[in-house]
């Protein structure tokens, strides 16, 4: 009984010196948070800002013509608002009405949704897709029901996200590993549907075109950025945010309206516009090709 408890003993003591030991390397391996940079805000900078935004409008026509020649659409949102999702579909539609080209569709959704996607795409299941849907997953069944009511413009629908229980382990290992996850997707689907225009929707950081947000660590390069290193031309992509909340730019931007950062907008600094603080990047036409204001924005649950 005495070496029982004895072995015990040191196997208690091993184990709290390996959980010391990892909790030091996580610890040791957190990088940096990026501080969020200051924009000028005085009455001429913000004159100026104001002045590129009005001359960087574009209106619906053209913002659905500059996107339809691209190749992959990176559309970013901010989550659990019921305007994006519902813009991204109007966005769809107007797309396919244009040119006829049907759309991949890949959401910020965890691989295992995969099989209840297909199957609802297949059967028309509403209700085992919605109980297949996982607790606290983005509301994204709407998206997922309209574009199964519209099979010529949707051809297929990817779940691109990592499962929860590796999402999880990454990040306690400080090896975030999404943005490559999601990039792969997307490659994937783009060589795999060659006559497809590949779109994918998400959380509006994942989508930018260069830097590394909240974390100045190359696990938080973002997905637009590892395209263009995995030998996609920068003009294939584009990146378009559905913004909501109080207009950007301290009210500047035009109600409403979309606007191209291939204008005089484009030079704008990024915090102007951008919540998430980005390190090695600077002004708005780095990181994204468009934006649309959809006003307020309506908070809504997980479906």
Not at 8 to 26: D, E, F, M, N, P
Not at 33 to 42: F, L, T
Not at 174 to 184: E, I, L, S, V
Not at 244 to 264: C, D, K, N, Q, Y
């Amino acid at each position: 009984m005495l070496e029982t408890s004895r072995l015990r003993h040191r196997a208690l003591i091993a184990s709290v010196a390996a959980i010391a030991v990892l909790g030091g390397v996580r610890v040791a391996l957190t990088p940096r948070r990026i501080p969020r940079a200051e924009v000028a805000r005085d009455a001429p900078a913000l004159a100026r800002a104001g002045a590129a935004l009005q001359a960087s409008v574009l209106d619906r026509e053209g913002l659905v013509g500059s996107l339809a020649a691209r190749r992959i659409l990176l559309v970013g949102e901010s989550h659990f608002l019921a305007e994006p999702p519902a813009r991204l579909t109007e966005l769809l539609g107007e797309l396919h009405a244009r040119d006829g080209r049907p759309a991949v569709l890949l959401l910020e959704l965890p691989a295992r949704v995969q099989g209840a996607l297909d199957a609802y795409r297949d059967g028309g299941d509403g209700a085992a897709l919605a109980g297949a849907w996982p607790r606290g997953a983005l509301p994204y069944l709407p998206i997922v029901r309209w574009a199964r009511a519209h099979p010529s413009a949707v051809r297929a629908v990817v779940a691109s996200d990592e499962n929860e229980a590796r999402v999880a382990l990454m990040r306690a290992l400080a090896a975030d590993t999404r943005n490559g996850t999601m990039a792969a997707a997307i490659a994937r689907a783009a060589r795999e549907y060659p006559e497809a225009r590949v779109v994918a929707y998400g959380g509006m950081a994942h989508t930018l075109m260069a830097g590394r947000y909240l974390y100045d660590s190359a696990s938080r390069r973002p997905v637009g950025a590892r395209l263009v290193e995995a030998g996609f031309s920068r003009n294939e992509v584009a990146a378009v945010w559905l913004l909501t909340g109080a207009a950007p730019g301290e009210g500047l931007w035009p109600p409403g309206a979309a606007v191209s950062f291939h204008g005089p907008a484009g030079a704008l600094p990024l915090g102007l516009v951008l919540e998430v603080p980005v390190a090695g990047a600077e002004r708005l036409g780095e990181v994204a090709d468009f934006a649309v204001h959809l006003g307020a924005g309506t908070r809504q649950a997980s479906n």
